[in-house]
């Protein structure tokens, strides 16, 4: 199905309304792009490889919305346009000015691919499902992934540097926690690596659907494996599901504000001994992490940098 996409140039002081004004013409599901930065609860949130960087905020705002293509819309449109003249005579909306583009329904979901090749972290191949494994790449540890709207593909270098850890640590008798699974990349990497059970927990209900066809792609469906979905750091009834003292290793690769505070939680789901190996960190907050971590009683094992990104690996007292 062909979709035109409308876009509508406005600003952040309008957007709501304007979005609210759509959907009461029937048009649902519009799209907002603005510079408001995000919050620190919303940075918390963000379990994820890379910290978003946001241009500076000018109060401009693009709101868009879809209709198809192969229908008549010049009825809607007509009182889209006189929804928008109403608002711009009562306030501050911008140029209201519509542009208009067509894409198809499968670009919305395979747009993206376009971006995304096979590539290696060592002797590790990483390879999407439209990608064919190279015959001289046969006898490597190949590894599936598919991110689609969960994070985690292994290409950045904060993935990279926790994988690395992990193959330091995983035996047979492991027993993984992973904090902002994603792609669930990491608890693929240990199961190959030879662990014998895997958690993971996130707060994106997308990265459930991400995991099990990730863990199916590369055979693992048999496997021990538990995502839950909810915040670690401060919901009690996750921390109790989670188990405490249970885990070998704990790995979270996400931003160095949310270890900051998952830091401290964590040591009660290790067992005495147990490795907690972090990443997501810029190099400027490699002291804000390290702070974090003795304070919480932590051993630095290791601090391991690739590009401006640092990973810190960390073992919990007996």
Same mark, same amino acid.
């Given at each position: 199905?062909?979709?035109?996409?409308?876009?509508?140039?406005?600003?952040?002081?309008?957007?709501?309304?304007?979005?609210?004004?759509?959907?009461?013409?029937?048009?649902?599901?519009?799209?907002?792009?603005? +510079?408001?930065?995000?919050?620190?609860?919303?940075?918390?949130?963000?379990?994820?490889?890379?910290?978003?960087?946001?241009?500076?905020?000018?109060?401009?705002?693009?709101?868009?919305?879809?209709?198809?293509?192969?229908?008549?819309?010049?009825?809607?449109?007509?009182?889209?346009?006189?929804?928008?003249?109403?608002?711009?005579?009562?306030?501050?909306?911008?140029?209201?000015?519509?542009?208009?583009?067509?894409?198809?329904?499968?670009?919305?979901?395979?747009?993206?691919?376009?971006?995304?090749?096979?590539?290696?972290?060592?002797?590790?191949?990483?390879?999407?499902?439209?990608?064919?494994?190279?015959?001289?790449?046969?006898?490597?540890?190949?590894?599936?992934?598919?991110?689609?709207?969960?994070?985690?593909?292994?290409?950045?270098?904060?993935?990279?540097?926790?994988?690395?850890?992990?193959?330091?640590?995983?035996?047979?008798?492991?027993?993984?926690?992973?904090?902002?699974?994603?792609?669930?990349?990491?608890?693929?990497?240990?199961? +190959?690596?030879?662990?014998?059970?895997?958690?993971?927990?996130?707060?994106?209900?997308?990265?459930?659907?991400?995991?099990?066809?990730?863990?199916?792609?590369?055979?693992?469906?048999?496997?021990?494996?538990?995502?839950?979905?909810?915040?670690?750091?401060?919901?009690?009834?996750?921390?109790?599901?989670?188990?405490?003292? +249970?885990?070998?290793?704990?790995?979270?690769?996400?931003?160095?504000?949310?270890?900051?505070?998952?830091?401290?939680?964590?040591?009660?789901?290790?067992?005495?001994?147990?490795?907690?190996?972090?990443?997501?960190?810029?190099?400027?907050?490699?002291?804000?992490?390290?702070?974090?971590?003795?304070?919480?009683?932590?051993?630095?094992?290791?601090?391991?940098?690739?590009?401006?990104?640092?990973?810190?690996?960390?073992? +919990?007292?007996?």
């Amino acid at each position: 199905m062909r979709y035109n996409k409308y876009t509508i140039q406005t600003t952040t002081e309008a957007e709501e309304i304007l979005i609210s004004e759509l959907y009461d013409l029937g048009i649902e599901g519009a799209e907002v792009e603005d +510079k408001i930065p995000l919050s620190e609860e919303e940075k918390a949130g963000m379990f994820v490889d890379i910290p978003p960087v946001c241009p500076e905020d000018d109060g401009s705002a693009c709101v868009s919305f879809y209709l198809d293509a192969d229908t008549e819309q010049k009825a809607l449109l007509d009182e889209v346009r006189e929804m928008l003249s109403g608002i711009g005579s009562r306030m501050n909306a911008g140029s209201l000015e519509i542009t208009v583009s067509q894409t198809q329904d499968e670009d919305f979901l395979n747009n993206w691919k376009q971006y995304f090749h096979q590539f290696y972290v060592d002797d590790i191949l990483i390879i999407p499902s439209w990608e064919d494994v190279k015959t001289e790449d046969s006898d490597r540890m190949i590894i599936h992934i598919d991110p689609g709207t969960a994070f985690g593909t292994g290409m950045h270098e904060t993935t990279q540097l926790c994988i690395r850890e992990l193959r330091k640590y995983v035996t047979g008798n492991t027993a993984l926690l992973d904090v902002g699974t994603g792609s669930g990349i990491l608890a693929i990497m240990a199961y +190959k690596f030879g662990a014998a059970y895997a958690m993971g927990t996130d707060l994106d209900i997308c990265a459930v659907d991400a995991v099990r066809d990730n863990m199916e792609a590369n055979g693992l469906t048999d496997r021990n494996f538990r995502l839950l979905i909810g915040n670690i750091i401060d919901d009690p009834s996750v921390q109790q599901e989670v188990g405490f003292e +249970k885990y070998d290793i704990v790995t979270a690769n996400i931003l160095a504000e949310v270890l900051v505070e998952l830091t401290p939680v964590i040591g009660n789901h290790l067992k005495p001994g147990g490795i907690y190996i972090t990443s997501g960190i810029i190099d400027d907050k490699e002291e804000t992490v390290l702070t974090a971590l003795k304070n919480a009683g932590f051993e630095i094992v290791a601090v391991n940098h690739q590009g401006e990104w640092v990973g810190i690996t960390a073992r +919990k007292p007996e």
